[in-house]
């Protein structure tokens, strides 16, 4: 079984341009989540789909960042325009709707995002 | 407000000796807590998890304990092996989202 795809692995920008990440989550699995490392600091909640809603985005930092779920398959996440503090380790994440109570997660390896 | 704290960024073992890594915590509705292992250039994997209402967890060479008075847990690894060099990281999560500290990069010398 195929686990969760991101791409790209790596990304630079330069600030005020646009870029779109992508995540394949794990086939059937319908929670997809978004996640933030930045500068080796802790791994940061951005969002949260079951399928193609969203159910939590709380975490998104602000209107520059767009995520979508198109047909609650594959996701987008787009920053536009991309600022210097946009810089870090973007990783997704999925599960299945019928998730443990302890919530475990599958991980992509991330796309590093560098704003010049 | 960092719900989650691991306070120690690095720790050093000899390997076959026991590795113990902390988390403190300061949200009491956390029902679960996780521990993930990431290696460079790759997405954290999931290693060993704890309901709340638990004080010990155990699997093979890993152990997780639960202190919910202290808000405080602790990763055993033992024996340690030179292939758990990684970073580990501890997450509580109280529905969807998985609320994470900032990782113990853990060497295991050989």
């Known amino acids: 079984e195929a686990g969760v795809t991101q791409f790209p692995s790596h990304s630079v920008i330069e600030k005020g341009q646009t870029v779109t990440l992508r995540c394949d989550p794990i086939s059937g699995h319908d929670n997809l989540y978004w996640y933030r490392r930045v500068m080796g600091k802790e791994i940061k909640f951005l969002l949260h789909?079951?399928?193609?809603?969203?159910?939590?985005e709380s975490g998104m930092p602000n209107n520059r960042f767009l995520a979508e779920r198109t047909g609650g398959t594959y996701s987008t996440l787009k920053v536009q325009p991309a600022e210097l503090e946009d810089s870090g380790v973007y990783f997704c994440?999925?599960?299945?709707?019928?998730?443990?109570?302890?919530?475990?997660?599958?991980f992509g390896p991330g796309t590093r995002l560098t704003v010049l | 407000d960092q719900q989650v704290k691991q306070n120690s960024p690095s720790l050093s073992v000899q390997e076959g000796r026991i590795s113990i890594l902390n988390c403190d915590y300061t949200n009491s509705m956390f029902d679960y807590f996780l521990w993930y292992k990431k290696y460079p250039a790759e997405g954290p994997t999931f290693l060993i998890s704890i309901s709340s209402i638990k004080d010990k967890n155990e699997d093979g060479r890993f152990t997780v304990f639960l202190n919910k008075s202290a808000k405080h847990l602790s990763l055993h690894i033992v024996p340690s092996q030179p292939g758990d060099s990684a970073v580990y990281f501890c997450?509580?999560?109280?529905?969807?989202?998985?609320?994470f500290g900032e990782g113990t990069q853990l060497t295991v010398n050989p």
């Open positions: 997450a509580g999560t109280s529905g969807s989202r998985l609320t």
């Open positions: 994440a999925s599960s299945p709707i019928l998730v443990l109570t302890r919530n475990e997660q599958f």
């Open positions: 789909f079951v399928k193609e809603s969203k159910q939590d």
